[in-house]
């Protein structure tokens, strides 16, 4: 029996509106939300909560679902949803997988960044957004 893939990641914003970025020490060492694969038993908001405890070291409260991101290509489906940092901690990278995180201006994002996480960020931000679901392609790379 095959199990579907459910991943969750969390858009998490600073008073100045920038938002917070790991960066992977796999793969391109690229710039990505925090979040990862859901566990057996988890939801996919339990799922974005303990992501980003687990690269980052914060404790969030975990918001409102900004969107659902069908991959063909892995059978998966990626849930973001806006979180907030309520104790006002510092991230601190907190897994061998994550080198560095920190706020960045929307404007002017890190690179290399995944056009999907570019996306998964526009459309969190998007308070007029229409559709909460989408079907994603291979990732195309802003490097």
């Known amino acids: 029996m095959s199990h579907k893939l459910i991943g969750a990641a969390a858009v998490i914003l600073d008073s100045e509106g920038r938002v917070l970025l790991v960066k992977h020490s796999y793969g391109k060492n690229n710039w990505d939300l925090p979040g990862g694969k859901a566990e057996k038993d988890e939801s996919a908001q339990e799922t974005a909560k303990r992501e980003v405890l687990e690269e980052t070291g914060l404790e969030v409260t ?22 907030n940092n309520d104790h006002n901690q510092q991230p601190q990278p907190s897994s061998p997988e994550i080198l560095e995180c920190r706020y960045c201006s929307i404007d002017d994002l890190p690179k290399p960044i995944s056009d999907f996480t570019y996306k998964r960020i526009q ?21």
């Open 62 to 83: 975990v918001g409102q679902l900004t969107g659902i991101y069908y991959d063909p290509g892995y059978d998966m489906h990626h849930f973001v949803f806006l979180s």
């Open 123 to 143: 459309e969190a931000l998007d308070k007029d957004r229409q559709h909460l679901f989408h079907v994603i392609g291979p990732r195309q790379w802003i490097e």
